[in-house]
T-cell receptor
Framework: AQSVTQLDSHVSVSEGTPVLLRCNYSSSYSPSLFWYVQHPNKGLQLLLKYTSAATLVKGINGFEAEFKKSETSFHLTKPSAHMSDAAEYFCVVSSTGGSYIPTFGRGTSLIVHP | DADVTQTPRNRITKTGKRIMLECSQTKGHDRMYWYRQDPGLGLRLIYYSFDVKDINKGEISDGYSVSRQAQAKFSLSLESAIPNQTALYFC?????????????FGPGTRLTVL
């Protein structure tokens, strides 16, 4: 069994300040973890993924995430928010055993103020 | 041209009508998925297909059916649409890599059932 919890439905930051989007997961097998971004009226696009290599994963547009097995977390961070980062972000878990079907979190809406 | 396309992009229909949403991909992936997105609920899996002869129900398949006409085409049907099927529908594809798959999403179909 697997599940994912995004701890904040909305996060509001000012442009130029750090971004933290929190994600906790559970998985009966070794997990793969993903962050996807959805800009308004668009489909989802991969930001980054963890697949059992380096625990600190760098993605596109300056985002990165750290896999912490002891805390079952995969939080997404960015040092300095840009207006173009305003979007919906989804954390996803997929187990390397079982059915390999991804499970999506409910999403976090990132709001960036000028 | 986009790798994953969906038609139509928008559809308004009435209760009881039969609706078909179509998805085509040029990525050559075996795996295809249909999701619906509702505000605050993230993406929920309707059906998935690991190859042309393999179709599986997801967590919310009631009221929906699918057809995998070819490796590149995966259609979703609502036999008798009802208002609570109003949602944003996404098709996605992925390779087969034991749970490490990146998913590639279409632009979505916004369906309104009156």
């Amino acid at each position: 069994a697997q599940s994912v919890t995004q701890l904040d439905s909305h996060v509001s930051v000012s442009e130029g300040t750090p971004v933290l989007l929190r994600c906790n997961y559970s998985s009966s097998y070794s997990p793969s973890l993903f962050w996807y971004v959805q800009h308004p009226n668009k489909g989802l696009q991969l930001l980054l993924k963890y697949t059992s290599a380096a625990t600190l994963v760098k993605g596109i547009n300056g985002f990165e995430a750290e896999f912490k097995k002891s805390e079952t977390s995969f939080h997404l961070t960015k040092p300095s928010a840009h207006m173009s980062d305003a979007a919906e972000y989804f954390c996803v878990v997929s187990s390397t055993g079982g059915s390999y079907i991804p499970t999506f979190g409910r999403g976090t809406s990132l709001i960036v103020h000028p | 041209d986009a790798d994953v396309t969906q038609t139509p992009r928008n559809r308004i229909t009435k209760t009881g009508k039969r609706i078909m949403l179509e998805c085509s991909q040029t990525k050559g992936h075996d795996r295809m998925y249909w999701y619906r997105q509702d505000p605050g609920l993230g993406l929920r899996l309707i059906y998935y297909s690991f190859d042309v002869k393999d179709i599986n129900k997801g967590e919310i398949s009631d009221g929906y059916s699918v057809s995998r006409q070819a490796q590149a085409k995966f259609s979703l049907s609502l036999e008798s649409a009802i208002p609570n099927q109003t949602a944003l529908y996404f098709c996605a594809t992925s390779e087969s890599s034991g749970g490490r798959d990146t998913q590639y999403f279409g632009p979505g179909t916004r369906l309104t059932v009156l």
